[in-house]
């Protein structure tokens, strides 16, 4: 997975990002910002709990607070969540890593795809997707773009899987399936954790 994702990296930086970025990002700007903060440090990680084929847990550095839902079992070298910032526990995104075979030496928006997401035969969602890597991290993370999560997450927490599907212009379309089994609780306690906590005093 990290090799694919390596090659993607290297043959697309310079592709469609720029015209799509600039009619999206009016609309992610905050959340951009909380999870380039999120990603490049080093968060505690706090009470964690177990849900089946995924776990809940808080991210903490000082005084700021993310709550995560995260899958961990489908793929050794990838991961998919929901999270959640602390005050802003209304506003959630999704996101996945994938582990890369070495530390990253810059921050950079690689490029932004055009992506699909579908829960078990649900219609499925088109949308975009923005490859990011972070410098001091050997995570490649993926963003998505989503005008309507909350009905995303309602069919993830009643759902047994979740497909997603990127577009790679002339190669074939790269494809991943994370499991749902667990998603309901792990989904349902990092929401309830993001509300009773409020913000940061």
């Not at 490029?111 to 219609?123: I, K, S």
């Not at 995570?139 to 909350?150: A, C, I, K, M, N």
Request: aromatic letters at 8%.
């Amino acid at each position: 997975m990290a090799q694919i994702m390596m090659a993607t990296l290297a043959s697309r930086f310079h592709s469609s990002m720029l015209i799509a970025k600039s009619v999206l990002m009016a609309m992610a700007v905050p959340l951009m910002v909380a999870m380039s903060e999120a990603n490049a440090a080093t968060f505690n990680t706090e009470r964690v709990a177990n849900h089946d084929h995924w776990q809940s847990m808080i991210l903490s550095l000082g005084g700021e607070q993310h709550y995560r839902a995260v899958e961990t079992h489908s793929y050794s070298d990838a991961t998919l969540s929901l999270n959640a910032t602390q005050g802003v526990c209304d506003l959630p995104w999704l996101e996945m890593r994938v582990t890369l075979e070495q530390q990253q030496g810059e921050s950079r928006a690689v490029n932004l795809v055009p992506a699909r997401l579908r829960v078990d035969e649900q219609p499925m969602i088109d949308t975009m997707a923005e490859f990011i890597t972070e410098r001091g991290d050997d995570g490649f993370y993926v963003h998505f773009y989503l005008s309507d999560l909350e009905s995303l997450m309602t069919d993830m927490r009643q759902g047994e899987q979740l497909f997603l599907g990127f577009d790679q212009e002339e190669r074939e379309p790269w494809y991943m399936t994370f499991s749902l089994q667990g998603a309901d609780a792990a989904i349902s306690r990092m929401l309830g954790q993001c509300e009773n906590n409020g913000p940061a005093a």
